[in-house]
């Protein structure tokens, strides 16, 4: 298999984070975010989103969105899981998950960021003033949800990481590039820490990639 991705990119960070730990070689590739190289037409052409990451598959197939690769990468090689057994426990690292995936990372991306800019004059200060909001709103709610859960432990569902953890992690790296003031998350932080002394969550941030820039 191939992942297509940017090492910026949370959504492909999360995507290397779950193949780490699920001990799953892949080929490596890059589409440069900023130099506009995911909307070239070779790239259109697999992927018509112009986003990243994507999986081309050995028969050739090509999956999109993080979730949905991470799903696959579940279902292909369960081991160890990326969620629970327990339909409940299932239903809550999923809500979990959804906070940066559904409501934070849409909204403050690379993309969002540029059409403020471009189209509403945003200064960076700005632009960056749009995201760290946004990145506060839903940390508020994480934050809320795992503090008290007594089904929180090392990580945000229990004692090894799951899919809630994998979407975490990138977005955390995305807040110290906003300024968000960590301070007021605890919790987060604490699940934070376990992750990155995780072999799987180090390998994957973005300084340690092929692809990485200063």
């Not at 809320?144 to 007594?150: I, L, M």
């Not at 090894?160 to 007021?184: S, W």
Request: glycine share 4%; hydrophobic share 40%.
């Amino acid at each position: 298999m191939k992942l297509i991705g940017y090492f910026r990119s949370s959504a492909a960070f999360r995507v290397r984070i779950a193949l780490n730990l699920k001990g799953i070689s892949v080929e490596h590739a890059s589409r440069h975010l900023r130099k506009g190289e995911h909307t070239a037409p070779d790239y259109v052409a697999i992927n018509p989103q112009k986003l990243v990451p994507a999986l081309v598959l050995d028969s050739g197939q090509v999956l999109t969105q993080s979730l949905a690769i991470l799903e696959y990468l579940e279902e292909i090689h369960p081991a160890p899981p990326l969620l629970p057994r327990d339909p409940v426990d299932r239903a809550r690292v999923r809500s979990l998950a959804l906070i940066p995936t559904a409501d934070i990372h849409p909204i403050q991306n690379l993309r969002v960021m540029n059409y403020l800019r471009e189209k509403y004059e945003q200064t960076e200060e700005g632009a960056f003033a749009w995201s760290r909001h946004w990145v506060e709103t839903g940390f508020d709610a994480y934050e809320a949800s795992v503090a008290k859960d007594p089904k929180t432990g090392a990580f945000s569902h229990g004692d090894q990481p799951t899919m809630a953890d994998l979407c975490l992690v990138p977005q955390i790296f995305n807040a110290g590039r906003f300024k968000v003031d960590m301070t007021r998350y605890p919790t987060i932080r604490r699940i934070y820490d376990s992750c990155m002394k995780h072999p799987a969550f180090d390998a994957a941030q973005p300084a340690k990639q092929p692809d990485a820039e200063s």
